[in-house]
């Protein structure tokens, strides 16, 4: 019988084994770096690494570890890190030409928790320039390719982290979501993802795309992994002021409760047109799979999910239009060459620094933000959003989770939609109300298609409802075929 490398196993395993001293950390990091030299030149999933670095990390902790020093929960386990999220002395680039040689003087809140919990930073991960975009293909350093299928795209904007999990070119990763960029890439390749609750995870040290949309969060190659890494960086921050007054959580304590008399809802709307079959038939088997494990299934209304695209892409991009703002040569960054006029001097900075998509959003939310066009669109928007709201509301009044598909279809080509944006961004369809509403919302691997593509299965929750959305993801995932990630199965039985 032949076992998997470390790099192939998920965190919690080598967390076990770590903690018995039956590897040590510089082991792991061997083999996982042996695995991005390999693969990391055909699928593009990061952007800078530290590997002197993470080894020498590695070597620190195991030393530690050897003089039976207390450590932290991550204590020698590698995560990658999407590269819009501050790293200081890591250049910080947010896929973009604007800040391709950014360097952050500090760390954002989510990588200080890690570091407290002595989790190790590998490297900064390929995404959507800013974060827009559905596909990974307007990264100024090239599109992430899908480990599954390297013609097809790995999804965005946290495809890069997404990408790297699938091909156990990392442990465990982060990424952002702003309208579904955790979770549409980690449905697309076949790993799970989690946006939590906005305000359960502060910002502190995110690049700003839409700021009351943004929130970090954890992609991983199953669903226990994913509740560790999320009880570490969530948590009060009073340097974030939209960070909610709750305290870190031990998630994977949750798996132990009960599961009877949990409701799910079942959302016509997210059933229709536009619905691949395929799709479509693996999410109903995934709802089937627990209303058979004890859980009850209802019909729930969410009237004006029709509205969110529209909604969503007036307030995303006004807001990015005010956020990026900040990019204009001056303080740091991108500045074109020459001996120019301060206005000439900001227009071709602000021309040669951007790429079309965020050009095209910049211009979007400056018109919808435009006098005469403000009550006409924002404000609209503002009052459409609330309702969508509202709708959650009503329906958990009615049902404890609600199940959709994740993403209305299977990874696309690359170049199939790039110059379609509107046909792009209805990849977001299932994923943008969550944001909408700030509530939690997890991508599920859940079946593939006949070309072997993976699906995605959505559970969204209450606010604050991570643990019950985490164990519902959990009793499905123990209970399908398919488990998350490459299919290797073949381990030692005492790794369980």
């Not at 670095?53 to 890190?81: M, T």
């Not at 305290?247 to 008399?261: C, G, K, M, R």
């Not at 209303?291 to 999910?305: A, D, F, I, R, Y």
């Not at 369809?429 to 700030?438: D, E, F, H, K, R």
Request: glycine share 10%; hydrophobic share 35%.
């Amino acid at each position: 019988m032949s076992y998997p490398k470390l790099n192939q196993l998920k965190g919690w395993q080598l967390k076990k084994m770590l903690e018995k001293r039956q590897i040590s950390s510089r082991e792991i990091l061997t083999s996982l770096f042996d695995q991005i030299h390999k693969e990391n030149p055909r699928i593009n999933a990061y952007i800078t690494l530290q590997e002197k670095q993470a080894k020498r990390s590695a070597e620190r902790i195991d030393d530690l570890r050897l003089k039976g020093e207390n450590l932290g929960a991550l204590a020698g386990l590698p995560v990658a890190v999407k590269d819009n999220i501050c790293t200081r002395g890591i250049r910080t680039t947010c896929g973009s030409k604007m800040l391709a040689n950014f360097v952050p003087p500090y760390d954002a809140t989510a990588i200080q928790k890690l570091k407290r919990a002595d989790a190790i930073i590998v490297g900064k991960t390929n995404m959507d320039e800013f974060g827009m975009g559905s596909s990974n293909e307007t990264s100024f350093f090239g599109p992430v390719r899908n480990p599954y299928d390297l013609e097809r795209i790995s999804g965005g904007s946290s495809g890069g982290s997404a990408a790297a999990v699938a091909s156990h070119m990392a442990i465990m990763a982060l990424g952002s979501d702003t309208g579904g960029s955790i979770r549409q890439p980690a449905s697309f390749c076949g790993v799970v993802g989690l946006k939590p609750t906005y305000g359960r995870v502060s910002r502190f040290g995110l690049v700003a795309f839409a700021s009351s949309l943004d929130q970090i969060g954890a992609i991983t190659k199953d669903v226990k992994d994913c509740a560790l890494l999320s009880g570490v960086i969530c948590g009060h921050d009073r340097r974030d002021s939209t960070s909610l007054p709750e305290e870190e959580v031990n998630y994977v304590e949750s798996f132990d409760e009960d599961i009877e008399n949990i409701r799910i809802g079942v959302a016509p709307e997210y059933f229709g047109g536009g619905l691949d079959e395929e799709v479509k038939k693996v999410v109903m088997n995934g709802i089937k799979l627990l209303n058979g494990l004890g859980m009850k299934v209802e019909e729930v209304s969410l009237p004006h999910t029709d509205k969110a695209i529209a909604t969503y892409y007036v307030l995303a991009t006004a807001e990015a239009s005010s956020n990026l703002a900040r990019y204009d040569g001056i303080k740091y960054g991108f500045r074109a060459e020459g001996d120019l006029e301060l206005a000439e001097m900001y227009c071709r900075t602000r021309s040669q620094g951007f790429g079309a998509e965020v050009k095209r959003r910049i211009i979007l939310g400056t018109y919808v933000l435009s006098a005469g066009y403000y009550q006409a669109y924002y404000a609209k928007a503002q009052k459409v959003r609330t309702l969508i709201r509202d709708d959650f509301n009503k329906a958990f009044d009615k049902v404890d989770v609600i199940i959709t598909p994740t993403s209305p279809t299977t990874a696309f080509k690359l170049g199939e939609k790039i110059d379609d944006p509107l046909t792009m961004y209805l990849s977001d369809v299932y994923t943008i109300s969550a944001n909408l509403a700030g509530i939690p919302a997890i991508s599920v691997p859940c079946g593939k298609d006949s070309e072997g593509l993976p699906i995605g299965l959505q559970i969204m929750g209450k606010p604050l409802s991570e643990d019950l959305i985490l164990r519902v993801a959990y009793l499905l995932e123990q209970n399908l075929s398919t488990p998350a990630g490459f299919n290797f199965k073949l381990y030692p039985e005492s790794m369980g």
